[in-house]
């Protein structure tokens, strides 16, 4: 590969940064760019009802500015707005952002778009790094200058058409993130001052990395350096616009704020041009693991995710964070294993005990997900896994000495099949390898009978019907309870010798279908210890069964 022809972008002249050492603490101002970047980057952009619909999930969600896309590129833009407008669709709080190149004919149509609106925020840009100047424009940083000077002048010229409506500006000095940090600054500066001679309102300086091109540290210090020396920082809303060109559009985003961004736009799950857009949902949860409130409505994150799907046809990756269908899973044996504990260890403290859960940075009913998919099954996971569903979704309380003969048997049923392994498939293992088998000890007929003994002491006797090896064997014995009686009388049997070890017992459903379940572990006479499961609606039963699943356990 030749790495000669790239080089370093290198380094941002900040000294006595502050950024790494602030915290982010409340939630920027989010603005939706989905109508607009997102929709231009879909292979079938959304036509004038599927827009509306999405504005509407945008204003659920929270979203107090939208940009509603470039009136003056199509009908379909225009007649979008006009409807949002005239449908009296845009509630008191929200503001329309529009994008327009500074032409005149082009900036005259975008007004004439806002007619009725009662405030708006006109967006105008263009491009000022050396590869678009030299490219693109064949200009010199003077004449780039002043094209955005001049686009200010044009919005200026054509206020009067906008009579009723507030407007404010945003100016993007596009491909700021590779730009000359001084020349961002100039050029932005003598936008401002332009734009002052007619509004006192804050100006909206737009600083996007149209592409990333650098680490998300030094696009910090760029935002530093930026904000410390532009002048009237108080009346100035920072704002970014992150795409995520190295993959790092989330982490230059958070940074971006803590150098004293104010304002963020971005798009539902990052949709956009080439790797996309910030997706703001991310860095929206990420804001509510540290407790700081996003200030959207992501409480049902599921319900959000199905309409964008709906509405762009795009997909959610499922190792997208938060939102996609693997997140809330596990399947290595380690990690179900720490996620069982925790929540476990979670059930019984207070709602508003701090979440702590291993593996799980946010508590997933928080944004409207679920605990039954966290575990699933594979030849990678582990003894603590398959135990979790079984108690998840069957009731089944498996004694934790147990689980790694459950794990082993899971675990040769995944390698076979080389896939995942449903929960009604775990139970189905489960139920064929201990509570079906009826080789090569199968009882016929069994029945007991309570003594009283002479020192007031509670025998009973067993009397049962065997079948071993498909030999019929009738025996009987006493003992200190049906167990015990039946665990003496199958020494009448030529099956091998051997002593309960383990006992273990729970009812299992509710009302007229609870049963008992009870798990035996015994220790035969050449040292081999062996689980088995009884269960039965007599509690006495269970336990027999229980033995018998154990002498006819095979891996």
């Not at 970047?37 to 204003?59: C, H, R, T, W, Y």
């Not at 002043?146 to 000095?173: F, N, W």
């Not at 294993?337 to 799980?360: E, H, Q, T």
């Not at 940075?361 to 896994?385: F, M, T, V």
Request: proline share 5%; net charge negative; glycine share 8%.
């Amino acid at each position: 590969m030749n790495t000669a022809k790239y080089r370093p972008f290198g380094q941002i002249p900040v000294t006595g940064r502050k950024w790494p050492d602030n915290v982010i603490t409340k939630a920027p101002v989010w603005v939706s760019v989905d109508l607009r970047d997102g929709n231009q980057a879909l292979i079938n952009p959304m036509g004038v009802e599927q827009k509306l619909a999405f504005f509407d999930l945008l204003v659920k969600i929270g979203f107090k500015e939208i940009e509603v896309g470039f009136p003056s590129a199509s009908d379909t833009e225009y007649t979008f707005l006009r409807r949002l407008i005239e449908e009296n669709r845009v509630p008191a709080d929200v503001t329309l952002q529009v994008l327009c190149q500074a032409r005149e004919h082009l900036v005259k149509k975008t007004f004439e778009s806002l007619k009725g609106a009662s405030k708006a925020i006109f967006h105008i840009y263009n491009s000022t790094s050396p590869a678009q100047r030299k490219y693109t424009f064949n200009m010199s940083k003077e004449q780039i200058k002043q094209l955005a000077v001049d686009g200010v002048k044009c919005v200026q010229d054509c206020l009067p058409m906008a009579a009723g409506t507030d407007i404010r500006l945003e100016y993007s000095p596009e491909s700021f993130s590779t730009t000359e940090i001084d020349y961002s600054v100039e050029v932005c500066e003598a936008v401002k001052q332009q734009w002052a001679q007619t509004s006192k309102d804050k100006i909206i300086l737009n600083l996007p990395t149209t592409v990333e091109c650098a680490t998300p540290n030094v696009f910090a210090d760029q935002i530093e350096y930026f904000c410390t020396h532009i002048s009237g920082r108080e009346n100035v809303i920072v704002s970014l616009h992150n795409h995520n060109d190295r993959g790092e559009g989330v982490a230059s985003c958070e940074l971006g704020i803590l150098a004293g961004a104010d304002r963020v736009e971005g798009t539902l799950f990052g949709n956009g041009e080439r790797t996309g857009n910030l997706d703001i949902v991310n860095v929206a949860l990420n804001m509510y693991s540290q407790g700081v409130d996003p200030e959207l409505d992501l409480h049902d994150i599921p319900a959000v995710a199905d309409e964008y799907r709906r509405l762009t046809d795009m997909p959610i990756h499922p190792r997208t964070p938060y939102v996609g269908e693997l997140v809330y899973t596990a399947f290595s044996g380690s990690h179900q294993d720490a996620i069982r504990k925790g929540m476990a260890a979670r059930a019984k403290m207070p709602v508003d005990a701090v979440w702590d859960v291993p593996y799980l940075p946010i508590d997933p009913h928080d944004i409207g997900r679920q605990y039954e998919g966290i575990i699933r099954i594979n030849s990678q996971s582990g003894k603590g896994g398959a135990a979790f569903i079984l108690e998840q979704d069957y009731g089944i309380i498996m004694p934790k000495a147990m689980h790694a003969d459950l794990g082993a048997v899971v675990k040769a049923a995944a390698d076979k099949e080389q896939r995942e392994l449903q929960p009604e498939e775990i139970y189905s293992l489960f139920e064929r390898t201990w509570l079906k088998p009826t080789s090569p000890l199968k009882i016929i007929d069994i029945g007991e009978t309570h003594l009283e003994g002479s020192n007031n002491d509670e025998q009973v006797m067993c009397r049962a019907t065997v079948e071993y090896n498909l030999k019929k064997y009738t025996i009987g014995a006493k003992g200190n309870g049906p167990l015990d009686a039946f665990v003496n009388a199958m020494q009448q049997t030529p099956a091998p010798r051997f002593n309960i070890t383990s006992f273990h017992e729970h009812s299992i459903g509710t009302g007229s279908d609870t049963s008992a379940i009870a798990y035996v572990q015994i220790t035969v006479e050449d040292g081999r210890q062996v689980w088995g499961v009884g269960k039965s609606s007599n509690v006495g039963r269970a336990g027999i069964a229980a033995v018998v699943s154990a002498v006819n356990f095979k891996l």
